[in-house]
């Protein structure tokens, strides 16, 4: 399993890029996964609903389950990501982080404005759809999910 972290400002269009990026991906035969970053006060499950009753109640894990789909609710004391990428993505070809800039993890930077974070986060590479001042040595992609997913079969996936 292969792990990258797109990030960027709010607004820049990470979530766009990366719903562009995956069907690329997937037709050239990756299984990929996802991994949102979201603040402590974002509530994933719904209050008042059974799923979130049942952990208010101390249930260690809740398993939402139907014919289609699947979640599971648990509450951790800040277990290492590293730990649930292991234990619920291991058997993916590639997991996408969107967020989580602080991680160790490669990171490609799509880029709106402002002042980009490349140069002061490592990255691996801009995606931007104009120019951008980025230190040297760092590729400045434009947002065509086939030029990135080349660029992530030559850099990261094949490795």
Same mark, same amino acid.
């Given at each position: 399993?292969k792990? *990258? ?7 820049s269009?990470?979530?766009t ?19 949102k970053?979201v ?9 008042g609903k059974?799923?979130f009753?049942?952990r208010?109640?101390?249930?260690a894990?809740?398993?939402l389950?139907?014919q ?6 648990w509450e951790?004391p800040?277990?290492?990501l ?12 590639l ?7 602080g991680s160790?993890f490669?990171k490609i ?6 002042e ?7 990255? *691996? ?10 230190p040297d ?7 065509d999910?086939?030029l990135?997913?080349d660029? *992530?079969?030559?850099e990261?996936?094949?490795?």
């Amino acid at each position: 399993m292969k792990v *990258l972290a797109v990030i960027g400002h709010k607004g820049s269009g990470k979530t766009t890029f990366i719903c562009r990026l995956i069907p690329v991906l997937r037709a050239r035969g990756y299984r990929v996964g996802t991994v949102k970053h979201v603040g402590p006060e974002v509530e994933p499950d719904t209050p008042g609903k059974d799923t979130f009753r049942h952990r208010e109640a101390g249930a260690a894990r809740v398993l939402l389950y139907s014919q289609r789909l699947g979640a599971l609710f648990w509450e951790h004391p800040g277990d290492p990501l590293e730990e649930y990428l292991a234990r619920y993505m291991g058997d993916l070809d590639l997991v996408i982080l969107e967020g989580f800039k602080g991680s160790a993890f490669p990171k490609i930077e799509v880029y709106r404005s402002g002042e980009p974070l490349a140069g002061r986060i490592p990255v *691996l590479a801009v995606i931007a759809d104009r120019p951008a001042r980025v230190p040297d040595g760092i590729p400045l992609l434009p947002p065509d999910p086939e030029l990135v997913a080349d660029f *992530l079969e030559a850099e990261l996936l094949a490795a």
